[in-house]
């Protein structure tokens, strides 16, 4: 069963898992030496969803594609799924989370059984691997511990294999609840008309589904607001060109595309109601780790008396960094810059820095919505707040968290 339409159709997130998740998505694994097969599909579904579980296989809407084609490579080992997160055929901290925790269920596959000692810390071994397939998204070491930790209960081999595959389902389905709420409360904060700026891509495609920022875009949207969005190209993989402008294109949200340094202009003309991106890593303090160009927008933001919003689920926060100079910033290759579709576009020899993030201090930051509220300054209380209201705070207990009281 395929979950995508090629029309690339975005109409409704249906809620059965059925509509995310293949038939029978939990039986035992089974070995097959194909690792990797391209697929193009068509499906009754509409929703854009970027990653599927078929119960020996993670299919992976192959990004690098987009918009033009729509393949999915069918993974069926824990190295093809790394290669898709360093290639950013899968991208997006929720979306690489996601795909590190089938990674690591499909590792367990690849094991030949032993004793259960010996069979956890090999897990162990490709677990750390995994980790480190790209550093600056907090939300793959979170996902990979968490499938380690559920590892640790089980008291044989045959269990694990069977209790990772249940735990990754379950924490695909977690984000595409996550970022329903987050869509519901950030909705709130979004102009009712006017226009909105996003940068790089926080929607379907880099989660599990639905979108963190786009998604916020998205449930106003649906809720009747009638804004206009402006795109940054987002140099130099071009996410908002190729990926944020697409999705939008199928949700038939107003769109208009500009060059990344096209934004200073448009919010002095004063047609920027608010920007809204998503998030890497959020340090303990409220610093935002982001695609790079995120921090240059927030200061002309601030220029412009624009409103300046961070979307992300609470597994993108991490309180055991203190402040965004403490996380790690992934430098990626100079052929990135140094051409496109590996046609030249600069001179051979020249140097190149290509960093993928930048840090926007906190000051910056007008806001953070996750799922389990809206915290404001100053963040060093309202987020580690939000952490610990727990994972079973409903939509409705969700609300606004200050540092000095609670909404």
Known sequence: MSLRDESGGCERLLSSEKYFFAPNSSPPLRR????????????ASKEIVPLEWAGDALRILDQTRLPHQQLFIEARDWGTVVHAIKSMQVRGAPAIGI???????????????????????????????????????????????RMLAVASECPSSDLIRQRLVDEAVRIHREDIEANRRIGMLGAELLPKEGSVLTHCNAGALATGGYGTALGVIRAAWEQGARMHVYATETRPILQGARLTAWEL?????PTELIVDSAAGSVMAAGSVGCVVVGADRIAANGDVANKIGTYSLSILAREH???????????????????????????RSGEEIRS?????????????????????????????????????????????????????????????????RRG
């Open 305 to 331: 008396n624009v409103p300046f919003y961070v979307a992300a689920p609470v597994s993108t926060l991490d309180l055991s960094v203190a402040s965004g100079g403490d996380i790690p910033i992934e430098e």
């Open 99 to 145: 795909a590190g925790a089938y990674a690591v269920a499909l590792a367990a596959t690849e094991i030949e059984a032993g004793d259960v000692t010996s069979f956890r810390a090999r897990l162990t071994d490709i677990a750390e691997e995994i980790a480190h397939a790209r550093p600056t998204a907090v939300n793959l070491r979170w996902a990979v511990e």
């Open 340 to 404: 496109w579709a590996q046609v030249p576009t600069a001179p051979e020899g020249v140097g190149v820095y290509n960093p993928a993030f930048d840090v926007t201090p906190n000051r910056y930051v007008t806001a953070i919505i996750t799922e389990r509220g809206v915290a404001r300054q100053p963040y060093g209380e309202s987020l580690r707040r939000l952490v610990e209201a727990g994972e079973t705070q409903s939509a409705g207990q969700a609300r606004e968290v200050t540092g000095g």
């Open 32 to 43: 097959s030496g194909l690792a990797v097969r391209m697929t193009q599909e068509t499906s």
């Open 249 to 253: 294109v199928q949700m038939g949200i």
